[in-house]
Structures are given as C-alpha cells and as structure tokens.
C-alpha cells in the first residue's frame, strides 16, 4: 500500500482512511502517521489467514512478545508498535479491548540502559572514556581531563560496597566542582574553594539543603579518602535551609478510588506498594524467589542502605500476583525454548552459580516485556520493568480518581506506615516494616495522629 492517503474508493481504502482519521484525532499527524499505517499493515501481514475482526489478546501480546524479543528496535519504535495497533483495534471497536495490559507494552518494556542503578555495578567505570570517543559537554571533558582522580574516586566507592547511587551522585558532584573552578587539578584547590563552590550551591543555584549536603558529603570523601588532604574550617559558608515537610498521605478510600482507577500490573504493582510499604526500586526488583506465599510475607532483599527485611504479602493480592507469576513463568519457558531466559545477577554470583541466571527463582517477578542486549558484554537478558511505567500512571490515576493532592509512588509507601499506626501498631514494628534506621524517621508519619493519637479538638467545634 502507499504510505500517502488512499486515492481510490474501495473497502480497504476507506478503512485505511478512517485509521489516518483516528491517528490524527490522537495528534498524530504527518509524516509521522504514515508510519502507524505502516506497523498496522505489518501486523496484519504477520496474521495472513486470519480476519482482523476475529483476532484475540494473546494474537497482539504474542505479536508484542515477538518483538520484544528483538534487539534491534529502539524503544520508541517498539512504543509506535503498541500505539498503532492499539488504535486499530480501537477502530474496529474489539470488545477484548482492555483485556490487553497497553500501558504494560507501552510504559514497562523500556530497555535498562547500561548505566541504570541495576546493572551499573557490573559495568566498568563509569568514568572511563574510550580513546577514540570524542567528549561532548563540559562535563563529559572533565571526566576525561580528570580521568584518573574519578576513577580512583570510583574504585574506594565501589571498595566500601556504597550503593550506585552514592556512587553517581559522588562522581557527578566532584566533576561539578572541577567544572566550577575553573578546570583546575583538586590537588591545586584547598578549603575555600570548596566553601566558595558550596555557596554558590545556596545563593545563586538556591539547591535544596539535602543538596547542598550531599555535594559537601562528596568532596569531603574526595580529600579524606582519595587525595588525602582532610579538609579544614569548612563551616563558614551559607547553609541551605532545611525545609520541614510533611508526607503525603492518602486515606484509605482515597486509595481505593485510585487502584479503581488501574489496571494490569500497574494496579498490581501499586497495591503492593502499599499493602507492604515497599519502596519503588524494592518493588521492581523483586525475584520470584522473595514471595512467600506459605508464609504470607516478601522478602526485601538489598534494599536502601544494602539491607533485607521482610514484609507482610496482602492476602487479597495472593491470586493476582500467582496469576501474574504463572503468565511470567510461561514468558520465561518460552524464552528458554527460543535461547534466552538469562537474568542479571548481583554481586558477581552469575560466576559462582553459572546455571542460576536462567532458573525460574531468580527471575524478576515484574519483568519487562522485551529482551535487553548488554552493548559490552553481548549478553541478552530479560531485565524487570522500568520504574518510570508506574511513576507515570500513579498521576493520570490519581486526576481521574478526583485526589487533588499530590499523588507518587513514595504516598502509598507513606500512607502504608500511617495507617498502620492509626490501627495501633507500635512504632517500632512499623520502622522495622520501612527499613529505617533511625526510629525518629518513622516518627514523621505520627503527624497525622497528632502525636500518639491524642488529637486537638478545634474549638470551633464546641461552640
């Protein structure tokens, strides 16, 4: 078919016609529709014997999986596909219409780049620049002009076993204060350079406090542990202001109207951030092997501050996470047959356990729906979600549930600690449960009890 507008009147045209009419009603609009036209005639193309009318889910995830499959497609081509078919199906109003997990296809199967928080630890430095790689970005030339500093600043970091995180926000903020003055060697610098760069932060940048003390934490490990030049007299500099804030909490029929208003795994997956105050990355990290359903709990394991602990499984999610689990099992016996299956493993156990990537327990139990090719190593592997899919869905969720404050994934986290409270748990039980280290962490969420539940009555409401 040409990719221009059909000329000729004749069924076919005049479907294509109504499809180029529905693209451009969604502001997709030339040259770009021609493409939808295009991943919509691929995919009929793919069904030759079979009429669009009598097409079923497991056609189009079986197409998707297909192409999940393949490593040569960039996200946003694979996003196109899901786009362009979801719209045809739309046209031809399907009745299994939402029986098709989209946002899944769409939002979930982005590719883990190789520097996510996941994998960044089995890569090699991050601060290493190729030879023949030209820098770009001020940045960029600083990491390669200062090479060798960030990379033994790498290396300690990597040697007392801090998170990736803490390691790129370390790199970041040392390149950023070379960047600052002036491209010099930190050798060269002393104290009140590094006190001119934290005011700078404060005045001009106006950075957080929480800001402003990581970059500080930054540079104080850089001349402690690295040049070995212990940094002196470093309080006379303008402090960012700490701000006091509270959580957002929402109550629990304000968290009943927003998973009413999900679905799919997004609504899963938001219904175990709260029913186990899981944080984001805890959630999409998890193995099949965590979940007990015997015991009714979850495991936690390597969370914030590299600890494990364990959380309490909702009853009432234990059959759709088992029915969840038994469509990944499927998922991952047919990636075995085809030659794939592997998983990323942490803390080097791939070389220890050679065969274990490929067992079923140390799958994700949220993996994302297409395979991940590793551009160093060659390894092709199915990875979890990407965390931006449930991010995203949380705020258009909370807008059509009619909840005008200001809705994350950390607010299920946060209402999962108060309500536990208001139904009379200990705080200390409840600390345990988040993972903080400091019991004054969880006192924050007695704001909404008004310190240990004796509420202040207004005296409005006496008159």
Known sequence: MN????????????????YIEA???????????????????????????????LHTPDDVTGY?????????????????IVNAIQILFKLIDARWLNQVDWQFWKEFSRQLSPDHATLARENPKTTDIGKNKRPSGSL???????????????????????????????????????????DQDPKQLEASDVVA??????????????????????????????????????????????????????TQSEITKLLDKMEGRCKLMAALLYGTGMRLMDCVRLRVQDIDFEYQQIVIRDGKGRKDRVVPLPRRLSKALKNHLHKTHELHVEDL???FGEVFLPN?????????????????????????VDPRS??????HIHENGLQKAIKPAAEAAGIQKKVNCHSLRHSFATHLLESGYDIRTVQELLGHADVSTTMIYTHVLNRGGRGVVSPLDGL
């Open 140 to 182: 960029a030339k600083t990491r390669q002009g200062h090479a060798n500093i960030l990379n033994q600043l790498t290396a300690e970091i990597r040697r007392r076993n801090y998170s990736i995180r803490t390691e790129q926000a370390y790199e970041q903020w040392v390149c950023r204060f070379i960047l600052f003055s002036h």
């Open 23 to 53: 693209l451009h009603r969604q502001g997709i609009n030339e040259p770009v529709d021609r493409w939808y036209v295009k991943r919509s005639e691929q995919y009929i193309s793919a069904f030759p014997d079979k009429k669009l009318a």
């Open 64 to 80: 998707f999986s297909k192409f999940g499959r393949m490593s040569n497609i960039k996200d946003w081509q694979f996003e196109q």
């Open 378 to 383: 060659g390894k092709t592997r199915r990875h």
């Open 197 to 250: 760069f934290l005011q700078h932060l404060a005045v001009q940048s106006n950075v957080a406090a929480s800001t402003q003390n990581q970059a500080l934490n930054a540079l104080v490990f850089l001349y402690t542990h690295i040049l070995k030049q212990p940094l002196e007299a470093l309080d006379k500099f303008t402090r960012a202001k700490r701000p006091k804030r509270l959580p957002v909490v929402l």
């Open 3 to 18: 990719m221009h507008t059909p000329k000729i009147s004749d069924p076919a045209s005049r479907f294509w016609d109504n």
């Open 348 to 372: 080097a156990l791939a070389r220890k356990y050679p065969n274990a990537a490929k067992e079923w327990r140390w799958q994700y139990a949220f993996p994302s729906g297409r395979l991940s």
């Open 337 to 339: 047959a085809r030659g």
